[in-house]
């Protein structure tokens, strides 16, 4: 992926998980990557250590992406670091809690949209001027398989705002297009990381797997590829308003 290199990168909940097995794997394609954390501050740096080790740079921001003043902080200072923001990863997520409809009350409903849902327009609109001004770059949102299949017991909120994120991914890719701007997403299916830890337990786990036909979760590592083959230009210039699913044959669409 020798067009990543030197590329400035923004990556959003890139302490753990998926979001961290990407910030590396984009470093080791030689990008500058900034490495987002909200809480798990000793995790990112040594996401960053690992970045740097492995001949790309990083630096470390904090943010609460739910709080429109911290995300102006933190892309202002990737700005300052990097000069540039050539590729947006719109990663940081999460369930909040399991609860089914009829329980959820309004500071519920109001977390899961503000994290999930609303974080990556406050984030992107920020970032859009910045990479337009650039010559244009990549966006690359993170929505789930649990957008096309409702969820599973107690993550039908989170669901619904990953369909928002899918259905933002057109309409980002179609409005920035003129910016030479491409926006897609990735939708990874169950995987193995602390995004489960306190909300699904072992017993939940391998029911997923056992629905699954390669018949296993799925690894940070293994939805890597489909981000650097989206960041890519020279693989994917083509490619705009797409969302690839990485679920082990879960979910064919």
């Known amino acids: 992926m020798s067009d990543?290199?030197?590329k400035a990168v923004l990556i959003t909940g890139a302490?753990?998980?998926?979001g961290a097995a990407v910030a590396r794997a984009m470093g080791r394609a030689g990008a500058r990557v900034a490495v987002h954390y909200r809480g798990s501050r000793d995790a990112a740096d040594g996401v960053a250590r690992d970045?740097?080790?492995?001949g790309g740079k990083a630096i470390v921001v904090q943010a609460d992406v739910t709080d429109t003043a911290s995300v102006d902080h933190m892309v202002a200072a990737v700005q300052e670091a990097f000069g540039r923001i050539d590729i947006l990863v719109n990663n940081a997520g999460g369930f909040v809690r399991r609860s089914p409809i009829v329980d959820a009350q309004d500071d519920y409903i109001d977390a899961v949209f503000?994290?999930?849902a609303r974080s990556v327009v406050a984030v992107s609109r920020r970032v859009i001027p910045i990479m337009s001004a650039g010559?244009?770059?990549?966006i690359i949102n993170v929505t789930t398989q649990a957008a096309r299949t409702g969820g599973g017991p107690g993550a039908g909120l989170y669901?619904?705002?990953?369909g928002f994120v899918s259905t933002i991914t057109r309409t980002m890719a179609k409005e920035l297009v003129k910016d030479r701007i491409r926006v897609n997403a990735v939708a990874p299916g169950v995987i193995e990381t602390p995004f489960h830890d306190g909300h699904s337990s072992p017993e939940v786990l391998k029911n997923f797997a056992n629905a699954i036909p390669m018949?296993?979760?799925g690894t940070a590592e293994e939805c890597v590829g489909a981000f650097l083959f989206l960041a890519d230009e020279a693989a994917s210039g083509y490619i705009t308003g797409q969302i690839v699913e990485v679920n082990g044959g879960q979910v064919m669409p």
């Open 215 to 217: 018949g296993r979760l």
């Open 4 to 6: 990543l290199k030197n």
């Open 114 to 116: 503000r994290l999930n």
């Open 135 to 138: 010559g244009g770059g990549a």
């Open 159 to 162: 669901a619904a705002c990953k």
């Open 51 to 54: 970045i740097e080790k492995a």
């Open 15 to 18: 302490s753990t998980g998926i």
